[in-house]
Nanobody
C-alpha cells in the first residue's frame, strides 16, 4: 500500500501561482511513477501531469503545457506540481496518484494508477 497526502491548494487570483505537494508513505516511493489529475464539478477527471521514477521523463496534458511543471524528490518521498499563470478554468480538486511503471507506461502515463490521494482544492478567481 502507498498512502498519498496532497497539500498546497488554496485560492489564488488569475495569473498567480501555486505549488502543490504530494507526500507518500508506505512502499518505496522511487518504485512508482507519479501523476497529477484534476476534476472540476460536473466534469470528468483530467490528466494533468506525470513523471517517471527518477524524474527523467515528464508528461503534461495539453491544457497545462508550458504553465505547469511536475517534479519529484525521492529523498523526501514527495512529488510536486508547480502551477504558474493560473486561469479560472484550472479550478478543480487536484489529486496525486502512484502507479507501477510497467502499468502506466502502457498508456503514456495517463492511466493505470493504483493509489490515489484525497485531493486538494485549487480555486482560481478571475
Amino acid at each position: 500500500q502507498v498512502q498519498l497526502v496532497e497539500s498546497g491548494g488554496g485560492l489564488v487570483q488569475a495569473g498567480g501561482s501555486l505549488r502543490l505537494s504530494c507526500a507518500a508513505s508506505g512502499r518505496t516511493f522511487s518504485n512508482y511513477a507519479m501523476g497529477w489529475f484534476r476534476q472540476a464539478p460536473g466534469k470528468e477527471r483530467e490528466f494533468v501531469a506525470a513523471i517517471n521514477w527518477n524524474g527523467a521523463l515528464k508528461y503534461y496534458g495539453d491544457s497545462v503545457k508550458g504553465r505547469f511543471t511536475i517534479s519529484r524528490d525521492n529523498a523526501k518521498n514527495t512529488v510536486y506540481l508547480q502551477m504558474n499563470s493560473l486561469k479560472a478554468e484550472d479550478t478543480a480538486v487536484y489529486s496525486c496518484a502512484a502507479g507501477t511503471p510497467d502499468k502506466v507506461r502502457l498508456t503514456a502515463y495517463r492511466l493505470g494508477y493504483d493509489y490515489w490521494g484525497q485531493g486538494t482544492q485549487v480555486t482560481v478567481s478571475s
